[in-house]
């Protein structure tokens, strides 16, 4: 079965620094989004990308964040200087047409 | 704004079915879905219900929908210990749009 694949599983990184979180959507796919759980806390949206642009952004996404589809396949997530509270498990999801939609097994981001 | 409200934890023996239940505000939802988050994995997608049913059946699952109370539930028979596991709640109001999520349960199903 097809699957969203994201990369790498785990991250450490210190804070200020940038980070790119790597997905690569099922290749039927068409729209993409970016999500996070905090640890105990809710999953919540930050992005969604459809057409090669940003179709909605939650509060969350500020400047610091930035997602591209830079070849067709991939999509990825920047965090441009990291903060302690980026701390999290973030998913990537794709969905074609229909209502269901598939997520990747998430990298989790430490910012130390 | 939209919410998704959860029990935290739901604990069964095994065999015997299992109930988790949520509850949303959004009167504009038209999706709602059940998602499964084993130990250190990702969200897999167990099912969804469109807003103008009210059962769906999936082997051994079943979703219920009260559209008036805006309460769902999934039902999980003859529970096994691999069902241990988080379980999420989510709604939109379109099936492009974002998900809303709940807070989850944990499922504990004991031997």
């Known amino acids: 079965e097809p699957e969203v694949t994201q990369t790498p599983s785990h991250q450490v990184t210190q804070m200020g620094q940038e980070v790119i979180l790597r997905c690569v959507p099922i290749?039927?796919?068409?729209?993409f989004y970016w999500y996070r759980q905090i640890l105990g806390q809710k999953v919540e949206f930050l992005v969604s990308?459809?057409?090669?642009?940003?179709?909605?952004k939650s509060e969350i996404f500020d400047d610091q964040f930035s997602v591209e589809r830079p070849d067709g396949s991939n999509f990825t997530l920047k965090i441009r200087s990291t903060k302690l509270e980026d701390s999290a498990m973030y998913f990537c999801?794709?969905?074609?047409?229909?209502?269901?939609?598939?997520f990747g097994s998430g990298t989790r981001l430490t910012v130390v | 704004g939209e919410d998704v409200e959860q029990s935290l934890f739901l604990s069964v023996r095994e065999g015997d079915s299992s109930v988790i239940n949520c509850t949303y505000t959004?009167?504009?939802?038209?999706?709602l879905y059940w998602y499964k988050q084993e130990p250190g994995a990702g969200l897999q997608l167990l099912t969804y219900?469109?807003?103008?049913?009210d059962m769906k059946q999936d082997q051994r699952l079943t979703v219920l929908l009260n559209k008036k109370d805006k309460h769902l539930s999934l039902r999980i028979a003859d529970t096994q210990t691999g069902d241990s596991a988080i379980y999420f709640c989510?709604?939109?109001?379109?099936?492009?749009?974002?998900?809303?999520f709940g807070k989850g349960t944990m499922l504990l199903v004991s031997p």
């Open positions: 989510a709604e939109t109001s379109s099936g492009y749009s974002t998900l809303t």
């Open positions: 290749s039927n796919h068409l729209y």
């Open positions: 959004d009167s504009s939802s038209t999706y």
């Open positions: 219900i469109f807003s103008n049913m």
């Open positions: 990308f459809y057409n090669n642009e940003i179709s909605e």
């Open positions: 999801a794709s969905k074609k047409l229909d209502p269901g939609y598939t």
